[in-house]
């Protein structure tokens, strides 16, 4: 990291000569996005890693105590790779709402949807939408 | 060039920076967190606020914490919180005490020393932050923000603030980038180091804003509507702090009784939570088993509590054992339950404040907002978005603004948001949210 921020100093100190200023400036937001990235990415990563970790422990488990605590630590895991890049869930599981395009998936074998129910929840950093929630028809009665 | 300002938020736990043009339209890609934190553990925008006085150095930041820890056997500890220091009832004297023994075996400082120590530190790091930001000029206008303490004169706690600024200021002129490193500085040259800077010492100019007031600056910026009222709270590692706030001709003013304090906020939650783990880990038998269980939590906790607080519970494989703690198990708990009652009753005070003063204005609308670290708790966003009986009804806001979000951060400045709130709004303010001092 160091090495990094040295280099970046030295490409202002030589855009001051004459270059525009939309250039000179360039680099240091650019370097603030990525010190920023960087630092979510370092956590995430060390997140996604005890995920993998987990998930060997999970297809390894010889019992379903030790199964079910791998698959609970696998979750709060991957949850927290999500969290720490800013990721947030669509809808609420098993919700029956209006269908959106934007934030949802049809429902399979439905040739028109006005209602629907959240099978998986989508992802979302923001307002960008990732991934879309899974759907599926609503239930006729009411739902759970 | 425009002016820019710099706002430090010298926090229980962690020191925060940001610096933001002051004469231009607000930009999210104008904002600016500072990198305080070099090292490659830890989040780069948050430096420990810590000092550990060592046999023949003084370290500070996550060194000091990490050396501290090595030589916990040893009773020894490093000087935290030393934030709340500043609501003294006599700032100067409490100063003037000399550090326990526990934090400085030598007896050669007292707190003031310590402080200014550690100031001088942190002026440093925010220099080397700045000078690598090619966005920020050098010449900045200069604040910090600080609680409005219960009773306190912002006039004379500002002076001596920015006497401790200006000591510390000196200091780091005369040991400049070796306050920096990983191994600390030299005891003996910080002892005769310090007295002379003091000679030479300038109250530093700078403004005093409240962290109530930056945590409004920023809940309002870049919106066109925002409301007459605003309620505050602020849940950091050493405290909880509520406040409310009335916005009249462009200016804010604080509703000074309804502001409170408690002692109990991050910090005392990570107890909670290890010790709930610690009483369900019924093999841990032995004092041993216990430390190092407790020791293995700790380390744990800012994880922990993040899932706890996001999912309702958290789990932590030790020694092929699963521990699981539930949020329930801590609402359970005794000490919790009455902090949360003396939290719902002072916010109830705050809400009865707002309305008050509201009814006697037109236009009147009351928001509330939660801040730093604690702000994504559960109870805290249950207070904050509560079903109000009467009157007119509280309208929350998100801990982190829709700017935040903007595309110049990449997605990775909303999730540490909560914690640079206030050094943020603090920079964004208008000079005459300034609670005392000014631009330099
Ligand atoms: N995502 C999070 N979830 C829960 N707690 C958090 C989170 N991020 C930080 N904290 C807690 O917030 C506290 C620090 O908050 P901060 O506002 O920086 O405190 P202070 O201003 O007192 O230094 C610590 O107790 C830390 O564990
Ligand atoms: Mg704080």
Redesign the pocket.
């Known amino acids: 990291m160091p090495a990094k921020k040295k280099s970046v100093k030295r490409t202002n100190a030589s855009a001051m000569g004459k270059k525009g200023a939309a250039r000179k400036r360039a680099a240091p937001k650019a370097s603030l996005a990525n010190a920023l990235a960087e630092a979510a990415w370092a956590d995430a990563d060390k997140a996604l890693a005890e995920a993998l970790i987990e998930l060997d422990e999970f297809e390894n488990a010889r019992n379903e105590k030790a199964r079910e605590a791998a698959l609970t630590l696998l979750a709060q895991a991957l949850a927290q790779t999500a969290r720490k890049r800013g990721l947030t869930r669509i809808g609420m599981l098993g919700a029956q709402e209006a269908f959106d395009p934007q934030r949802h998936e049809p429902p399979p074998r439905a040739k028109s949807a006005k209602s629907v129910r959240i099978a998986a929840r989508g992802v979302a950093r923001g307002a960008e939408v990732l991934a879309r929630a899974r759907t599926e028809a609503p239930r006729r009665r009411s739902p759970r | 060039m425009s002016a820019w300002t710099l706002c430090i ?1 010298f ?4 020191s925060k920076a940001a610096a933001a043009p002051s004469d231009l339209r607000f930009d999210p890609a104008n904002v600016r967190p500072l990198q305080l934190n070099p090292q490659p553990s830890g989040n780069p925008f ?1 430096l420990d ?1 810590a000092v550990f006085v060592d046999d023949a150095r003084i370290l500070f930041g996550r060194s000091a914490l990490d050396r501290a820890s090595s030589m916990a056997g040893r009773k020894r500890v490093a000087l935290q919180s030393f934030k709340t220091l500043l609501s003294a009832a006599d700032l100067e004297r409490a100063l003037d005490i000399k550090a326990p023994l526990s934090i400085d075996p030598h007896r050669a400082f007292c707190m003031r020393d310590l402080i200014v120590l550690y100031l001088a530190y942190l002026l440093a790091a925010i220099e080397r932050a700045r000078a690598a930001d090619a966005c920020i000029p050098a010449r900045i206008n200069l604040r910090y923000a600080a609680p409005a303490w219960q009773g306190g004169d912002s006039d004379a706690l500002h002076a001596v603030v920015a006497g401790l600024f200006g000591e510390a200021e000196a200091l780091r002129m005369r040991l400049g980038d070796a306050l920096l490193a990983d191994e600390g500085i030299d005891l003996a040259l910080a002892a005769t180091a310090l007295p002379r800077a003091a000679d030479e010492a300038r109250p530093r100019a700078m403004g005093l804003i409240h962290e109530a007031a930056a945590a409004a600056a920023y809940t309002s910026i870049g919106l066109d509507e925002s409301g007459s009222h605003l309620i505050v709270v602020d849940m ?4 909880t702090d509520m406040a409310v706030l009335m916005r009249a001709d462009h200016q804010m003013h604080e509703l000074a009784d309804a502001r409170v304090t408690f002692n109990q ?3 005392f939650l ?1 107890r909670l939570i290890a010790d709930r783990a610690l009483k369900s880990a019924s093999w841990a038998k032995s004092t041993a088993q216990k430390t190092a269980l407790w020791g293995d939590l700790m380390r744990a ?2 994880d922990l ?2 899932a706890m ?1 996001a999912e309702g519970r958290a789990s932590r494989r030790y020694e092929r054992r699963l521990i699981n703690v539930s949020l329930r198990d801590i609402e359970r708990d005794q000490d919790f339950k009455a902090f949360l009652k003396e939290l719902q009753a002072a916010y109830a005070h705050c809400v009865a404040v707002a309305r008050g003063d509201a009814l006697l204005r037109e236009n009147a609308s009351i928001e509330a907002v939660a801040v ?3 702000a ?2 559960p109870f805290i966003q249950e207070l904050i978005s509560g079903a109000t009986k009467r009157g007119p009804r509280v309208t929350p806001r998100p801990a982190t603004p829709g700017w935040a979000h903007s595309e110049v951060f990449g997605g990775n400045l909303a999730p540490v948001f909560p ?1 640079l709130a206030i050094a943020i709004g603090g920079a964004l303010a208008p000079d005459n949210m300034l609670a005392a001092g000014g631009a330099a």
Do not use: E, I, R, V
């Open positions: 938020d926090g229980t736990a962690f948050l606020s950091g590692a050493g405290t906020a991050g910090d990570d906790m800012p509590k993040a607080f730093g670290g604690g994504g708790a914690q």
